[in-house]
């Protein structure tokens, strides 16, 4: 693996999966730590990558501000196939992103990043009627996963939390059901699925 100058690191396209899931754990260390690398951002990086790209893996996260999987795991350009959108759902759009980065980018890996104080969960757990425009379609994404915490019972809090971490599974659970070439690739054992929870308080990402 070659060193650049500043500190950041080319990735080999021949990683295994124990070595992605390596990287990028190893990366949430530096990140809770905050000792974050130092960044190839240059004219010269950047042009780098104009030809094509190769990130080595992939992450469904939420679109909340305050969750940035590129800061989080502490990867660079070039790095990670990102998909972000509200409760980290999954739709058509979604899925046809994972399946463009695992079939043409060769990315087989993909991390279902959830976060602690969701505010799409915090809202499907907190309300029953229909939210106002297209909001709604998150919210009936998020349903069945509410619906399952809220029948284990507990505290408001409690199945907030139950549903966040319950939403990632269900969330593999629709990949898997809906994508034909994701669901081939993962039982011919050349793509991997990992769940994974941020907390946004310590920093931490623990995998589920």
Known sequence: MKNMA???KEFPKNMSF???MAKLLEGNERFFHGKLEAKDISHTKRSSLLGGQSPFAIVLSCSDSRVLPELIFDQSL???F????AGNVVDTLELA????AAVHLKTKMLIILVHTHCGAVTAAVDTEHDHA????EVIKKLRPAVEKAKGMGGTREDIIQIAIKENAFLTENEILKNSEIIRNLVEKGQFKIVKALYNMATGRVEIL
């Not at 990102?82 to 959108?85: F, N």
């Not at 992103?97 to 463009?100: A, F, N």
């Not at 425009?133 to 709604?136: D, L």
Request: hydrophobic fraction near 35%.
């Open 133 to 136: 425009g297209n909001i709604r």
């Open 82 to 85: 990102v998909i972000r959108v």
């Open 97 to 100: 992103s994972i399946e463009y």
């Open 18 to 20: 124990e070595q992605v």
């Open 78 to 80: 070039g790095d990670l």
């Open 6 to 8: 500043n500190g950041s």
